[in-house]
């Protein structure tokens, strides 16, 4: 049996995803809370011992240490036979919905989210820069999602599990009432929530939290 140990920190989408995705195959995880709003992932001290690309989360498997969540989800996904394509249109899929949320959709709400919540004084016009992307991103996935259940079709895959990550925080948090905004959005996070052993973000991700400003 694979040991996991997973390295992050509880605001972390990323990690959630990571977290999410053991927990849905029946596997556990020792969890390494990471000191990111101290700063500790810049120093060079654990950019040697843990992740050379200063980036959390981690993921150490009997002691290897993988990094870069969708390459994760792909292994994870290939080890124990749940959530990945079973013909090569599904594995396209899946590698192209993957790569569009962590280009756009993570790649924005993530850095959006962190500026406006966890940050005491973000730059109005940067904030109002990204969010005008970000509402182009959630209509694309929202437009998408009222021609089918998941995001490849009639189930769900490690695509959805990477997607909606930053978007099942409280919306206090990125101030988005998807319910009200993307309704398509928001009954696919609710199909994904009934799934066995679905857990919300900050249940499964123990630890200190980073102070919120909103």
Known sequence: MTHYRLHYFPESGNSYKLALMLTLCGETFEPVWTDFGGGVTRTPEWRARVNEMGEIPVLEEDGQRLTQTAPILLRLAER????????????????RWLFWDNHKLTGYMATYRYNRAFTP?????????????IDDYLGILDAHLREQPFAIGDKPSIADISMMAY??????????????????IAAWLARMAELPGWKAPYDLLPGQRLHCYV
């Not at 124990?80 to 590698?95: H, K, M, Q, S, V």
């Not at 004084?121 to 005008?132: E, G, H, I, N, T």
């Not at 978007?167 to 398509?184: K, M, N, Q, T, W």
């Open 167 to 184: 978007l099942s925080f409280p919306r206090h948090e990125a101030g988005y009432d998807l319910a009200v905004s993307h309704p398509a």
């Open 121 to 133: 004084s973000p730059d109005p016009a940067v904030l109002a820069f990204m969010k005008r992307r």
């Open 80 to 95: 124990y036979g749940r959530f990945g394509g079973t013909t090569d249109a599904e594995r396209f899929e899946i590698l």
